[in-house]
């Protein structure tokens, strides 16, 4: 959204479709190489459609200071409420 934003005020506006074209292409290669954050590949579960997949992987963390994490992260993602940058997302993995 911010990069979006400083293309509209430099009056690029134009450019954001293929912008946001290559930030979906590089989204999904690091998904399907298992490069996010677990937070991040938590919400990709669940804006893919698979809130049961999110919610069981969230269950199955030990550590409840990184399972209610992940929790919120699947409300948030149900809600539609815009998520964290990814470096926010980062960690929430089993111990």
């Known amino acids: 959204m911010q990069v979006a934003r400083a293309y509209i005020l430099a009056g ?3 450019e954001i479709p ?3 074209s290559k930030i979906n ?9 298992g490069l996010l954050a677990d937070g991040a590949a938590i ?3 669940v804006n893919k459609g698979d809130v049961m997949a999110a919610v069981n992987t969230a269950l199955r963390i030990q550590s409840p200071g ?3 994490p992940a929790l ?3 409300a948030e993602a149900v809600a539609g409420v815009p998520g ?3 470096e ?4 929430l993995g089993s111990e």
């Open 12 to 14: 690029r506006q134009a």
């Open 18 to 20: 293929d912008l946001l």
């Open 25 to 33: 292409d590089r989204f999904n290669y690091a998904v399907e190489r």
């Open 43 to 45: 919400r990709n579960l």
């Open 66 to 68: 990184k399972r209610v």
């Open 72 to 74: 919120t992260i699947i």
């Open 84 to 86: 964290l940058p990814d």
């Open 88 to 91: 926010k997302l980062l960690g």
